[in-house]
């Protein structure tokens, strides 16, 4: 006899509610008060801080107050996002002997190909694309992570339905150059809808229940449609008291004068190179890099992946860091080289104080 889940839909909350949701249920699986569980849920337009991030340093505050956009932090880690009612949440909440393993690699590729299956059964055509995306011919439909607590596991993704991306780059803190028409675009080409993949909205029922069949199949269990239990309800109740005040939300307050964004534009033979550059001062560390500029690169999405690959980058090692990324892809750059982006992020970063010019 197959094991049975349970499968829950929270439905359209406040981000505040949902966190709590988040802390209540892997609390409570944690502690084996509940069945490992499927939870779908939606958000009320909403900014998400990772757990150790400043709302001044990575959101554009103003634009969040006049648009309405609510501010919350997240009981995990991660980079700030952007969710709204156009993006489907999924939520796996596992014991690590449901998966056997406790390596997240391996794991993550488990339930993001598991979720791909469910996808590619409406029609799509979803693949995974580590570190941890669902892809649709190189554009992005879905993004995820995961995390233990003790035993269990959280593991999150998000389905894009009808996202524009548009309004989470101005949700984000990010250089102006990213908000031009162009750039907009160029955005937007990265990342993929349902809704425009299927060239119609898709039912949520029909979404949820083709990733409730693939978890089901993948995990030889029975999924059972279940409420938020009693021990659920008070720990909610318990995380909803505590985060849902401006202490949580602006626990870590860092001015945005600490995080600079530095910029740099250079003509190479190989065409104009741009840098922006948010620079941790404190950490001497690159928080993150955005290129654009007049260049040709094949593919086109090897430019989001060095700027992810430079994430978080120490000072010395940002250099070492590109070159080793362009050896490890094969690109096209007609006659840009790897040095070039090497040495426009240094043009950037010499703005700063003398120890972060030189990598």
Not at 199 to 210: N, R
Not at 268 to 286: C, E, K, M, T
Not at 334 to 358: K, N, Y
Request: hydrophobic letters at 45%.
């Amino acid at each position: 006899m197959k094991p049975t889940w349970r499968v829950i839909d929270t439905g359209l909350r406040r981000a505040v509610e949902n966190i709590a949701l988040n802390r209540a249920l892997l609390e409570a699986r944690q502690a084996d008060e509940i069945p490992s569980t499927l939870r779908f849920l939606r958000f009320k337009p909403a900014a998400l801080l990772g757990f150790h991030q400043s709302a001044e340093q990575e959101l554009n505050l103003d634009y969040c107050r006049e648009q309405g956009v609510d501010i919350q932090r997240r009981v995990t880690g991660g980079g700030a996002i952007y969710f709204d009612e156009t993006q489907l949440g999924w939520e796996l909440y596992l014991h690590k002997r449901d998966l056997g393993t406790a390596d997240m690699q391996a794991i993550t590729r488990r339930i993001c190909e598991t979720a791909a299956r469910g996808i590619q059964a409406l029609g799509v055509d979803a693949q995974f694309r580590p570190r941890n995306d669902i892809e649709v011919d190189g554009r992005k439909i879905s993004g995820t992570g995961g995390a233990f607590d003790g035993d269990a596991l959280m593991f999150q993704g998000t389905l894009l339905i009808q996202f524009d991306v548009e309004k989470m780059l101005r949700v984000l803190r990010i250089p102006v150059e990213k908000l031009s028409d162009k750039a907009i675009a160029s955005a937007r080409e990265r990342v993929a809808n349902m809704a425009d993949l299927l060239g119609h909205v898709p039912e949520m029922q029909d979404v949820q229940a083709a990733l409730i069949q693939a978890f089901a199949d993948e995990f030889g269990v029975v999924f059972e449609t279940g409420p938020i239990s009693p021990a659920e309800q008070a720990r909610f109740d318990s995380a909803l008291a505590e985060i849902d005040t401006e202490d949580w939300v602006h626990m870590l307050h860092r001015p945005q004068a600490d995080v600079p964004i530095v910029e740099a534009m250079h003509k190479f033979p190989g065409g104009l190179v741009r840098a922006s550059v948010a620079y941790d001062r404190a950490r001497q560390r690159i928080k993150q890099v955005w290129f654009s500029g007049d260049f040709f690169v094949s593919p086109k999405r090897l430019i989001v992946d060095l700027e992810a690959a430079l994430r978080d980058t120490g000072v010395d090692d940002y250099g070492p860091r590109v070159h080793a990324f362009f050896a490890a892809h094969e690109v096209d750059m007609l006659g840009l080289q790897p040095a070039d982006f090497v040495a426009v992020i240094q043009s950037a970063l010499s703005q700063c104080e003398p120890q972060a010019s030189v990598p």
